[in-house]
C-alpha cells in the first residue's frame, strides 16, 4: 500500500507570481511608433528625447518584456518584443552612427 503523504510530497507546482510584461512592452512599442510616425510626417524633429526613447524605452524595455514573456512560457510575446526591442535599438544606431563617425550615413 503506498502512502498518501508520500506521493503528496512529490507533487510539487511552481506558482509564478511575477506581473504581466505585456502592458511594458506594448506601451514602448505604441510610445516609440508614435514618435517614429510624427518624425516621418515632419511634424517634429530627431531631437535627444527620440533617440533617449528608442534606445531605452523602445528597446531596452521591451527586450527585458521579451525575456520575462519568455520566463512565462509566452514564445509569441517573448519573439515580438525581443524583435521590436533590438530593432529600436538598431533604428537608434543607424541614426546616431554616423554623426558620432563610426560609421557612414546610408545612401538615399
Known amino acids: 500500500m503506498v502512502n ?4 503528496n510530497r512529490n507533487n510539487i507546482f511552481l506558482m509564478d507570481q511575477t506581473a504581466n510584461p ?3 512592452g506594448l506601451c514602448a512599442f505604441g510610445t516609440t511608433t508614435i514618435l517614429l510616425s510624427l518624425w516621418n510626417a515632419g511634424v517634429i524633429g ?3 528625447p527620440i533617440f ?3 534606445i531605452f524605452y523602445g528597446g531596452l524595455a521591451q527586450i527585458i ?3 520575462m514573456e519568455w520566463k512565462k512560457n509566452n ?3 517573448f519573439l515580438t518584443f525581443v524583435s521590436f526591442g533590438f530593432f529600436w535599438m538598431t533604428f537608434a544606431g543607424v541614426l546616431m552612427l554616423p554623426v558620432l563617425g563610426l560609421a557612414k550615413a546610408p545612401g538615399p
Not at 498518501?4 to 506521493?7: K, N, P, V, W
Open 22 to 24: 505585456a502592458p511594458l
Open 75 to 77: 514564445n509569441f510575446g
Open 52 to 54: 533617449a526613447m528608442a
Open 65 to 67: 518584456a521579451g525575456l
Open 4 to 7: 498518501a503523504e508520500e506521493t
Open 46 to 48: 530627431i531631437t535627444s
